[in-house]
Nanobody, 119 residues
Framework: QVQLVESGGGLVQPGGSLRLSCVASGDTLSIYTMGWYRQAPGKQRELIAASPTVGDTVYAASVKGRFTISRDNSKNTLYLQMSALKPEDTAVYYC?????????????WGQGTQVTVSS
């Protein structure tokens, strides 16, 4: 099974930028639908960006135009470029991978990386 490890979180001022990375090992990322989720304190985990194996990327309205999801299958790595960060972007960010099976899928999560937007 695949292991997902996120990195790149930290403290950033409002208006700043960060790039998160999610390195996959144990399987080939190219066959997975990949996504970034986040969970703020007291809130449910939410999908903010998805990168399907075929088709267009998808973004939550709250991050569209500010965040960009991308993948480098040769490096087995998923990225989330975040810009124009706001305090409400503060959350733990999780990498998610879904490996298709017949009629279902296997789902995997990284351990999360904290992003704090504050002056």
């Amino acid at each position: 099974q695949v292991q997902l490890v996120e990195s790149g979180g930290g403290l950033v001022q409002p208006g700043g930028s960060l790039r998160l990375s999610c390195v996959a090992s144990g399987d080939t990322l190219s066959i997975y639908t990949m996504g970034w989720y986040r969970q703020a304190p007291g809130k449910q985990r939410e999908l903010i960006a998805a990168s399907p194996t075929v088709g267009d990327t998808v973004y939550a309205a709250s991050v569209k135009g500010r965040f960009t999801i991308s993948r480098d299958n040769s490096k087995n790595t998923l990225y989330l470029q975040m810009s124009a960060l706001k305090p409400e972007d503060t959350a733990v960010y999780y990498c998610n991978g879904r490996r298709p099976r017949i009629g279902t899928f296997d789902e995997y999560w990284g351990q999360g990386t904290q992003v704090t937007v504050s002056s």
